[in-house]
């Protein structure tokens, strides 16, 4: 699917809903259920790279260009426990591989140690004063600030290939400007190829979660581009084409699985693919749902990813 950071993505989801060290307040996936440090064996490595070759090799059949193998799942990537495994089997199928993480992990050496062999990593930091951190970001409760900012800095310090930061401002929590000040002094320190900027766009987990203003905004990325080569502000939703199996249910409902996607989009999505009327079972059958935020209707999964790929795929 079309990335803003990283062009067109394959993305990796290899970590069960929810798992995260974080319950951020604007996750598009809802409130953490299991907020976890620890890591896990999730699933048999040998069954993600697997589905991960089949699926480069259907792209690619396809003449689909793939950009990056991104491994963004709905929890913390380096939670799982056979990342760097998968990272480095997958360096065969001559894809670039990319992490999105939010760098809550980086004070182990392991999980730095398995980061070193992606080509890209993006790090998440929202917040380097301690209130808004936990405020916005909701962490583990064992988790001390000092603790991810410092693991933070050594992988920065480490770094050989692509490092990427992302800041999501949240209206009236982290978005006065002795923190992003804050944040931009600790951006300034990692030396990112880009420092993002970016505001909810699409169903917070907590209703009340708004972007902050225009004015605000245009200030935040004046103080971050003070310091920082590179600032780019992402404040929309995914251009360009998603791409395509042939099966325009599934196809959504794995978009779906990644992110909510604007109704109007999700239909014209299954009608392009040839299933115009797709929309209304999916929201009969209740494996798809709508949301309203900010005044426009997002579509999302109903069900747990697994249940509604594996509801599609029964005839
Ligand atoms: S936005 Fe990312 S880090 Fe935050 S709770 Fe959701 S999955 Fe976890």
Redesign the pocket.
Known sequence: MPSRRLGRSLGVNHVPR?H?????V????G??TTLELERVAFHPPEQVIEAIERRVAACRARGDAIDYVTFV????PTLDLHLGEMLRAIDSLGVRRAV???G?LLWRDDVRAELAAADLVSI?VDAVDERAWRRV??PSGVLALEVALDGIRRFAAERRGSLLTET?LVRGLNDAPASVEGVAAFLETLRPDVAYLAVPTRPP?EPEVDAPCEATLVAAFETLAARLPRVELLAGDESGPFGRSGDAVTDLLAILAVHPMQEPAARRYLAEGGDGPGLESLLASGQVVRVAHRGRLFVTLGLSPVRALATARTP
Request: net charge neutral; hydrophobic share 10%.
């Open positions: 929810k995260c060290s974080y319950s951020c604007y996750c598009q996936d409130r953490t799942p709905d929890g913390e999105l993480t939010n809550s998440k970001d909701r999501m987990a």
